[in-house]
């Protein structure tokens, strides 16, 4: 493994996502401090966490010394247009507004004619609020790779999160090569394709997948963020551990 990935040798913010072991978001927060740097806080489902309330992300998130970003769900309402979707976005930041979201990813609208118009709507009234437009991250997904896109995403200002899995499980290997997203790599997700969507610790990628990772690695920006998305104990650590052994991140954060 270390062949691939021994090259690299810098300083990212290590985030986790809101769900490693079974538990409430403040449980798991409680149980990564000190591990990590960073929570990813998993808003999957719009109607459900936004009816989140002060018990769901209490005052003390703030004091547990941790940073937050948030992932915004994977049902938001491009159908209903760009500005419905940011103003799901704008409501969700609100929730965690006492926890200073550092980041916020977002699953784009489908590729096709109508993405970049969308995409410029959704800017447009993202820009008129609290949201800095650059802590926005679009990250590839089984409907839109982002490739040839990245141009409408540097024009908002906005940045870009790619998902490892997502790359291997979908076959977009052609967007690492793609110049429009060129310096806009903000965040990467980390993690190896299983059965049924499921995602898998880093030890199991195959010579291939560790290649992608690697460049990957040097896509990203030097202060930028590694999000191990891992949803299970034993395989977050053990990834964590290959981060650690690779020498791509450092004291075990």
């Not at 870009?160 to 997203?181: N, P, T, W």
Request: aromatic share 6%.
């Amino acid at each position: 493994m270390s062949n691939f990935l021994n090259s690299i040798d810098s300083r990212f913010q290590v985030a986790a996502p809101s769900w490693v072991i079974p538990g409430t978001i403040v449980e798991n927060c409680r149980f990564l401090a000190g591990k990590v740097d960073e929570i990813a806080l998993l808003f999957f489902e719009a109607k459900s966490c936004l009816a989140y309330t002060k018990a769901d992300l209490p005052q003390e998130l703030a004091e547990i010394g941790l940073s937050f970003h948030i992932h915004h769900p994977l049902d938001l309402p491009w159908h209903e247009g760009g500005a419905a979707v940011a103003q799901t976005v704008i409501a969700l930041n609100e929730k965690a507004a006492h926890l200073n979201p550092a980041a916020h990813v977002i699953h784009p609208p489908a590729a096709g004619r109508s993405a970049a118009g969308l995409i410029y709507d959704f800017a447009e009234v993202i820009s008129r609020s609290d949201i800095k437009p650059g802590t926005v991250l679009f990250e590839n997904i089984k409907e839109n790779s982002l490739l040839g896109i990245g141009g409408v995403i540097a024009d908002c200002d906005m940045k870009i999160c790619l998902d490892l899995g997502h790359i291997l499980a979908y076959a977009q290997d052609d967007l690492l090569y793609d110049e429009s997203i060129d310096g806009l790599v903000s965040m990467l997700h980390l993690n190896a394709p299983g059965p049924g969507g499921r995602h898998l610790g880093l030890d199991t990628l195959d010579v291939a997948g560790l290649e992608i990772m690697s460049i990957l690695l040097k896509m990203v920006a030097n202060d930028g963020t590694l999000t191990v998305e891992v949803f299970e104990e034993g395989p977050f650590f053990k990834s964590l551990q290959l981060l650690n052994e690779n020498c791509i991140i450092r004291n075990g954060k």
